[in-house]
């Protein structure tokens, strides 16, 4: 297995990405109850839940793609226009401007694009392929190359390797936790497969013990 270039190796941080006190809903209904919650730097935290719970919607607000209607989400500054807590999710086919080349999906993680070239993550033979021409394996290794790209501090996975084979989830995990063993980043990764989550996490919580409020599952 190759290694993926020092050159994507980031700078230790010494800030978590840490949620506080998160309200959030849609239409009239709380779907994030005063949830608090974090990750330490290098750490890698399973979030477990059912579906439909919230997963994704608090993982949006660990990101700022969302803004909670009370609470605060910090983490450490990003590089440049990059947030230093990128999310990357399930269908990454979703992320990516189809009429685009995979080189220039990659662009806008970095426009130096040799960290991520001849590893195990990203072929250069992809680079001049449109999306629609990847397997989805494939392309979740784009996706997660484009997030490395940009240095940042955290990785917030959601459910990322739920619709990939065995082979391809043990490929893409292993490199994500090569760069947590290196320090590089933390990981926030999400699923309701509780197996997965007891290989791959350092520590994993449910969300019904990051929220104060009782929250009724059926
Ligand atoms: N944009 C939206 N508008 C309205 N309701 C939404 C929106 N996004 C999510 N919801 C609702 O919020 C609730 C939580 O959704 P969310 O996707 O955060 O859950 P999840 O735990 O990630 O689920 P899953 O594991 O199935 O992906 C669901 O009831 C969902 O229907």
Redesign the pocket.
């Known amino acids: 297995m190759t290694n993926l270039s020092r050159d994507l190796t980031t700078t230790p941080v010494a800030t978590a990405l840490t949620g506080t006190g998160l309200w959030f809903g849609?239409?009239n209904?709380w779907?994030?109850r005063d949830v608090t919650i974090h990750v330490a730097p290098g750490e890698v935290v399973g979030l477990w839940?059912?579906?439909?719970?919230?997963?994704?919607?608090?993982?949006?607000l660990l990101t700022g793609r969302l803004t909670p209607a009370k609470g605060s989400v910090s983490s450490p500054p990003g590089r440049g226009r990059a947030r230093s807590a990128q999310l990357i999710l399930?269908h990454s086919e979703l992320s990516m401007n189809p009429r685009w080349k995979i080189r220039d999906v990659l662009a806008e993680g970095a426009h130096d694009l040799r960290p991520v070239l001849d590893t195990e993550l990203v072929h250069a033979t992809w680079l001049d392929s449109f999306p629609h021409e990847l397997s989805g394996g494939e392309l979740q290794r784009v996706n997660l190359a484009r997030a490395l790209l940009s240095r940042p501090a955290y990785l917030v996975a959601?459910?990322i390797t739920a619709s990939l084979d065995a082979i391809s989830q043990v490929q893409i995990w292993r490199i994500i936790l090569d760069g947590t063993t290196r320090g590089d980043y933390g990981v926030l990764a999400?699923s309701?497969d509780m197996p997965l989550l007891e290989r791959i996490a350092d520590r994993i919580v449910a969300?019904h013990e990051v929220s104060q409020t009782p929250q009724e599952h059926n």
């Open positions: 849609y239409r209904e779907i994030i839940g059912p579906s439909g719970c919230g997963k994704s919607t608090l993982a949006r399930q959601d459910e999400i309701h969300m």
